[in-house]
């Protein structure tokens, strides 16, 4: 896991300290959507700004950590933190209120980008 937050973060140092100006980098990220499942797609001509985004940038396969719980897995994405270190766990976590549904409201680290 932190090698491949390390290529990231590598691939997004690479990307902002070329060329003249700032750099930008976008990453995009479908839940649920392996590449087994876009791959077909994308060959049918079924997903053509998909398809140029990745012609004309980067992009592979994302290996995560289970449980797969997107919550903690965008999370580690736009931490570069495990869970246990930005605090989302899962779906739900619990409070004084009990288990209410969890967003980003109880992460306890900051988003790479600041917000």
Request: contains cysteine; glycine residues 14%.
């Amino acid at each position: 896991m932190r090698r491949q937050l390390a290529a990231i973060a590598g691939a997004a140092a690479l990307a902002l300290g070329c060329g003249h100006g700032p750099g930008r980098v976008l990453v995009v990220g479908i839940d649920g959507a392996t590449l087994r499942v876009v791959a077909p797609l994308l060959a049918a001509g079924r997903l053509p700004n998909l398809a140029a985004l990745a012609r004309e940038g980067v992009h592979g396969p994302l290996r995560s950590m289970p449980p797969l719980e997107s919550p903690r897995i965008w999370n580690t994405i736009a931490t570069g933190k495990v869970p246990e270190k930005h605090g989302i766990t899962g779906f739900t976590h619990t409070d004084a209120q009990g288990r209410t549904p969890c967003g980003t409201s109880p992460r306890s680290a900051a988003c790479a980008w600041g917000w």
